[in-house]
């Protein structure tokens, strides 16, 4: 059983920063990207930031320059360091990895894990 399970959300004043870190966990034989998506209230589901296994990043353009994306590979875990926080920013934000689990004697075909979300509250 592959899990991802995410802590550092909370409340923050604007101009603030948080970081969140996602770990994953159970039969994993590698994990291709990892990342962030976020939703706001009432708006759907975006993507926030995302990293390949060799460190490649993505950032939607609202982030860009405020947040960073990086992970550990050794231990399975993406993080999103957020810096100069804006009421916007607001949201319960989303981990995923792509991962290849496995079983005994084979491979799992590649899907998609996501964490439980955590509440980013952006106070003006």
């Known amino acids: 059983q592959i899990q991802l399970v995410e802590s550092g959300g909370g409340l923050v004043q604007a101009g603030g920063s948080l970081r969140l870190s996602c770990a994953a966990s159970?039969?994993?034989?590698?994990?291709?990207?990892m990342g962030w998506y976020r939703q706001a209230p009432g708006k759907q589901r975006e993507l926030v930031a995302a990293?390949?296994?060799?460190?490649?990043?993505h950032y939607a353009d609202s982030v860009k320059g405020r947040f960073t994306i990086s992970r550990d590979n050794a231990k399975n875990t993406v993080y999103l360091q957020m810096n100069s926080l804006k009421p916007e920013d607001t949201a319960v934000y989303y981990c995923y990895a792509g991962v290849v689990g496995y079983s005994a004697d084979y491979l799992h075909t590649p899907r998609d894990y996501w964490g439980q979300g955590t509440q980013v509250t952006v106070s003006s």
């Open positions: 159970g039969n994993i034989f590698k994990i291709n990207d």
């Open positions: 990293i390949t296994s060799g460190g490649s990043t």
